[in-house]
């Protein structure tokens, strides 16, 4: 059964540091990743999709990479905003079924 | 806009009530999904149809009801709830699987159910 872990739990800083944010899977067999970004209350919005080819996906200020021999995903946030406050899930999908597995998040705070 | 819309957005019902939630994407995609989220506990996955057929149901009590009329909508059917299912339900859509990768993941934001 696929478990997945996501430290830190939650994360404050001040504006303009970079970020690494830390996923761990234990079943290494997965389809691809994805990385969604959920603000409170709110509903999941896609951030980047790895392909379980792919080492890493870029999109702006994102960069997450991909070692799905060891069960590690991590997202870089560089010059992180107060708009990037929001809860990180990393999501890892089955390579059986679509089904994607969550972790419980990193919830992030950028303060000004 | 995520393309997927969900509707209410906010639903108090009592443990007796019969409540739908309402799913509807406009991606071109085939399969769909409804998931739950409670307080400090991960996404868990409730249900999948793929091509419009349940392909998923992960131990839902039957108090939930799915349905999936065509590609475009999904319905979760409601009946004697329990305070326990007050949660965040949220839709995804995906363009289901075949030989082709992708399969990303767009959710909808969410109807919060609060059961008295």
């Known amino acids: 059964k696929q478990e997945v872990t996501q430290i830190p739990a939650a994360l404050s800083v001040p504006e303009g540091e970079n970020l690494v944010l830390n996923c761990s899977f234990t079943?290494?067999?997965?389809?691809?990743l994805q990385w969604f970004r959920q603000d409170p209350g709110k509903g999941l919005t896609s951030l980047l999709l790895?392909?379980?080819?792919?080492r890493e996906q870029t999109s702006g200020r994102l960069n997450a990479s991909l070692d799905k021999s060891s069960g590690r995903s991590t997202l870089y946030i560089a010059a992180s905003q107060p708009g990037d406050s929001a809860t990180y899930l990393c999501?890892?999908?089955?390579?059986?079924?679509?089904?994607?597995?969550f972790g419980t998040g990193t919830r992030l705070q950028v303060f000004p | 806009e995520t393309g997927v819309t969900q509707t209410p957005r906010h639903l108090v019902m009592g443990m007796t009530n019969k409540k739908s939630l309402k799913c509807e994407q406009h991606?071109?995609?085939?399969?769909m999904y409804w998931y739950k989220q409670s307080a400090k506990k991960p996404l868990e996955l409730m249900f999948v149809?793929?091509?419009?057929?349940?392909?998923e149901n992960n131990s839902v009590p039957s108090r939930f009801s799915p349905e999936c009329p065509n590609s475009s909508h999904l319905f979760l059917h409601l009946h004697t709830l329990q305070p326990e299912d007050s949660a965040l339900y949220l839709c995804?859509?995906?363009?289901?699987?075949?030989?082709?990768?992708?399969?990303?993941?767009?959710f909808g934001p969410g109807t919060r159910l609060t059961v008295l």
């Open positions: 995804a859509s995906s363009q289901a699987r075949t030989s082709e990768p992708g399969d990303e993941q767009f």
């Open positions: 079943d290494s067999a997965i389809y691809n």
């Open positions: 790895i392909q379980s080819s792919q």
């Open positions: 999501a890892p999908s089955s390579y059986n079924t679509d089904k994607l597995i």
């Open positions: 991606l071109g995609h085939n399969a």
């Open positions: 149809y793929s091509l419009e057929e349940r392909v």
